[in-house]
């Protein structure tokens, strides 16, 4: 029975040991956004999110990080979450503004329904 004990004990210290503090990933991701490693640095900034973990400055990184890797959608995503959190986020916004930009929004205009044409 010890025995049993002892191996969960190890494998809880071990699990608690893998699991970074959320400043050191975050300091590590910034440092991978300056160095241009922009799919590192989303690892690392989801990591931080998938623990649970939120702030403005974490999605506008996010957002930053998406945006160079040219996926808009998620920068977006990113900048929306962000939003949430501090509306009046002057840099979120204009960040925002400048993803939105990317996308293409050509709108389509649908004909008239044939019944309609044809009265």
Not at 1 to 13: A, D, E, G, P, Q
Not at 109 to 117: K, W
């Given at each position: 029975?010890?025995?049993?004990?002892?191996?969960?004990?190890?494998?809880?210290?071990s699990a608690i040991s893998h699991t970074q503090n959320p400043n050191?990933?975050?300091?590590?991701?910034?440092?991978?956004?300056?160095?241009?490693?922009?799919?590192?640095?989303?690892?690392?900034?989801?990591?931080?999110?998938?623990?649970?973990?939120?702030?403005?400055?974490?999605?506008?990184n996010m957002g930053n990080a998406h945006y160079q890797?040219?996926?808009?959608?998620?920068?977006?995503?990113?900048?929306?979450?962000?939003?949430?959190?501090?509306?009046?986020?002057?840099?979120?916004?204009?960040?925002?503004?400048?993803?939105?930009?990317?996308?293409?929004?050509?709108?389509?205009?649908?004909?008239?329904?044939?019944?309609?044409?044809?009265?």
């Open positions: 029975m010890t025995k049993y004990i002892l191996v969960f004990l190890l494998l809880v210290v050191d990933l975050f300091k590590q991701a910034n440092e991978a956004y300056l160095e241009k490693s922009y799919n590192q640095a989303v690892e690392l900034y989801e990591s931080i999110y998938d623990q649970g973990l939120k702030s403005p400055e974490l999605f506008l890797n040219a996926h808009y959608a998620k920068a977006i995503l990113a900048y929306e979450r962000g939003l949430k959190l501090s509306p009046n986020d002057h840099g979120i916004l204009e960040n925002l503004e400048i993803a939105n930009n990317q996308l293409d929004s050509e709108i389509i205009e649908v004909p008239p329904f044939i019944l309609v044409r044809w009265w």
